[in-house]
């Protein structure tokens, strides 16, 4: 006799993950609109998506996973982002880093007001400010190996600590990105003036610093 009791399974995981991505975009809908996270209340989120606040609670553990889950789709992309760009390649180098920055304002222009609610959550909520952080980390370990390999390649100064720069560049370019995407409207020209400047902060103050000596 054929067994069917994977079928129910496959049924209420299927509407789980459909209650779920609605009640992430309700969210976003309501931050567009002009709502605080923190202000939003989960009895609002679960009528706006349709589901008791007992179901909501099934599906999120609290308001903290709610915005854990957002941010996690936020940075989704961001960190292939110039995966592939290399500091000596021909059609690399300043272009390729300016480009790669430009691609991700433009990422984060789409979600601008969850951009905001997750650095806001952030600055009250460890857990998520952990979050945030070890995401970065990875940016920050990726660009300490590229300085490295740069300085044994006798291209960059060798008088400047990999992992030092790195965190410079990481923490100060998420600051400029999220304080221009946030405060600015939606212009492709202005974002790429924003993403050249970084380029070359970048470029010619770490990637290609002169030597002291």
Known sequence: MASTTRR?????AGRRAAAEARTLDVVERLL???????ELSVERIAAEAGLSRSTFYLYFRDKTELILRL???LKSGIFQVGVEWRADG????LEGLAEAYLQIIRHYRRRPATYAAVLEVAGY???VRDALQAGQQRFIDRIAGRLA??????????DFDPERAAQVMAWGGEQVIARH???TEDDLEEDTRIANELAAAHWHGTYRRPSST
Do not use: C, M, Y
């Open 71 to 73: 941010a996690a789709s």
């Open 90 to 93: 021909i059609a690399d180098g």
């Open 181 to 183: 995407v946030i405060d």
């Open 8 to 12: 129910p399974s496959t049924a209420a």
């Open 125 to 127: 909520d460890r857990t």
């Open 149 to 158: 390999r740069e300085q044994r390649a006798g291209r960059t100064s060798p």
């Open 32 to 38: 567009a609109e002009g709502a605080s996270f923190t």
